[in-house]
């Protein structure tokens, strides 16, 4: 496979991995609350999601989703009710911030391994990305290449690109952690990530 293709997809990519999503927030709201390790966690889950979607697409199983209405349409909702969990999770943490806090507060705790999972269901449960995948790996595939280690090699450039850009959102929240978590940052904090998850959740039940 020639640097050339490798190249011009790690371009495309960087441009998706830099839009601003759920992935995003998600990353930024755990780091933000719960430190840096549990935001490079949650990356990490969201990897994780990165390289299924590309084994699936190299070896032509996320074709299911756009073969399949039944199976495109389960994961859809399936990955719509996730978000909108995530939403109304945020949303009952803005009003509990919003109201005056109890006497002995005990803070939540996230553990390492909720960290990750909840980064990978965030990815797995979103078709558009299985599509994306299936409709963008092949472009830069060479017609005489392997199809199973050129399409984990594209899916490891991705990779790469989003944990830089994923952990140094976990450090920059960490290092601003004190700033974000003042009463008035973390209330609009919540708001944005509610807005953000509720917003595409409702995107992800209606858009097909």
């Not at 390289?51 to 909702?77: E, F, I, N, P």
């Not at 708001?191 to 992800?204: D, E, K, P, S």
Request: aromatic fraction near 8%; hydrophobic fraction near 55%.
């Amino acid at each position: 496979m020639g640097l050339d293709a490798v190249w011009a997809f790690a371009l495309v990519a960087a441009l998706v991995t830099l839009t601003p999503g759920v992935d995003t927030m998600l990353v930024l709201s755990t780091a933000t609350r719960h430190g840096a390790r549990r935001g490079v966690l949650t990356s990490l889950g969201t990897l994780t999601g990165l390289y299924c979607w590309g084994l699936a697409a190299a070896t032509g199983t996320s074709a299911v989703l756009t073969a399949s209405t039944g199976a495109y349409t389960a994961l859809r909702t399936a990955g719509a009710a996730y978000l909108f969990w995530l939403g109304l999770r945020a949303l009952r943490s803005l009003l509990r911030t919003a109201s005056p806090p109890p006497a002995d507060p005990v803070p939540a705790v996230l553990s390492g391994r909720r960290a990750y999972v909840q980064g990978l269901l965030t990815n797995l449960l979103n078709p558009k990305i299985g599509v994306l995948y299936l409709s963008l790996l092949p472009q830069f595939v060479p017609a005489d290449a392997a199809a199973l280690p050129a399409g984990l090699l594209l899916a490891s450039v991705h990779a790469v690109e989003g944990a830089v850009f994923l952990g140094g959102i976990s450090l920059l929240a960490h290092r601003a952690g004190a700033w974000l978590r003042r009463p008035r940052v973390a209330r609009g904090l919540d708001g944005v990530c509610a807005a953000v998850f509720l917003g595409f959740g409702a995107r992800l039940a209606l858009v097909p």
